[in-house]
């Protein structure tokens, strides 16, 4: 059997599951990676390549695929499987869970995706420690080895992670060179001091990051805090960004193509409606971004307005010219015209008001 494939362990990729056109795709993104010409961030920890799926399939047409299979295999096959997904699939139809099953998910990759209002939607992609385990292996003892990499790519013993026998830093991540710098592609950011196993001034004078302009791109594990965060300002509340429901709910709604700003409308829309009101304890994630979503995001402000006198039991009879037409109860009233909008929590709750009220003016007879 031969050793490499593609510059790979052949007995390690077979291991891992991994397939010939999987393995070529690999090896297309690393000396992608390693020519230093696609767009990257670093996020403290990884740096992050973007894949264009059409310019990737034009390079490769031997693996005769379109980008949407492309990005199936780069994302579910090659990348690492989502923590939360056992959580998300609770919720998931047969006929999904089934598909979902047939994923690899081998995990030498990471996937990111980055939304951002100049460019769009992203994929980004970094290389996992498990990957370093297809390639040749840089030990202490390979003297011979160490001694045939060049200048440029030379890897200072001094700032090797060990791992067993292998480096954890091979040189497509972080190039460094007997100068003791770094060298970053140009459109990447610059490892701050500290990066790796020696925290001395190995770096020199590069004490800051410096960060071009995709690190500040808005990462989608971000949106979750920034919700929640927008939620507990306007509702005063103290809900967590990182309960799974939550995160479940919001995933629901984004899958659905709704916005970040969506959110953000709503939130709006029905604080305004039910703070400090009998309806405040449904300003919850659970409610407001559930399957009535929509719904509130289409009500209309007069709408709200309305149901937030009838919700503190404000009524106005001061225009009421001609007693004899039937009396409407404000129960009533509001019920017939707002009941569609509102969830079953909601509806209970109107209900419960209702009785109470009942209660009240029959208990004034009594007396």
């Known amino acids: 059997m031969r050793k490499w494939i593609h510059g790979y362990k052949q007995d390690v990729?077979?291991?891992y599951g991994l397939s010939h056109d999987e393995l070529l795709i690999l090896r297309h993104f690393e000396e992608f990676a390693n020519s230093q010409k696609m767009d990257s961030f670093f996020d403290g920890k990884y740096i992050y390549y973007w894949v264009n799926?059409?310019?990737?399939?034009?390079?490769?047409?031997?693996?005769?695929v379109k980008k949407e299979r492309l990005g199936e295999i780069m994302v579910h096959n090659l990348s690492e499987k989502p923590e939360d997904l056992d959580q998300r699939m609770e919720v998931y139809s047969e006929k999904t869970k089934a598909k979902i099953m047939k994923r690899k998910y081998i995990g030498v990759l990471k996937s990111n995706v980055v939304r951002n209002t100049l460019v769009g939607t992203r994929t980004y992609f970094a290389f996992t420690p498990k990957f370093y385990t297809l390639k040749p292996d840089i030990t202490d003892n390979d003297t011979e080895m160490m001694q045939k990499t060049s200048d440029e790519n030379q890897i200072n013993k001094d700032l090797i992670q060990e791992s067993n026998d292998s480096v954890k830093i091979p040189n497509h991540v972080v190039n460094i060179s007997n100068q003791d710098s770094v060298k970053i592609p140009s459109d990447s950011v610059k490892i701050p001091n500290g990066f790796g196993k020696n925290t001395s001034d190995r770096f020199g004078k590069n004490t800051e990051p410096k960060i071009d302009k995709y690190r500040l791109l808005e990462i989608d594990n971000n949106i979750y805090s920034r919700v929640i965060d927008r939620l507990n300002?306007?509702?005063n509340k103290k809900y967590k960004s990182t309960t799974n429901k939550t995160k479940s709910l919001i995933d629901a709604r984004l899958n659905e193509g709704f916005t970040e700003e969506d959110f953000y409308k709503v939130i709006a829309i029905k604080v305004k409606a039910w703070k400090d009101t009998d309806m405040d304890r449904f300003l919850r994630p659970e409610t407001l971004f559930g399957t009535k979503f929509e719904g509130y995001l289409n009500e209309s402000e007069a709408a709200n307005n309305q149901n937030k006198n009838?919700?503190?039991g404000q009524t106005n009879t001061s225009n009421v010219k001609n007693t004899s037409k039937p009396v409407v109860t404000q129960f009533h009233g509001s019920f017939n015209e707002h009941f569609r909008n509102y969830s079953e929590d909601e509806l209970e709750a109107k209900l419960l008001r209702a009785q109470n009220k009942k209660r009240g003016i029959a208990n004034g007879y009594r007396g």
């Open 13 to 15: 990729a077979i291991e």
């Open 53 to 64: 799926y059409e310019k990737f399939l034009k390079d490769l047409p031997i693996i005769d």
């Open 233 to 235: 300002n306007l509702a």
């Open 310 to 312: 009838n919700t503190q």
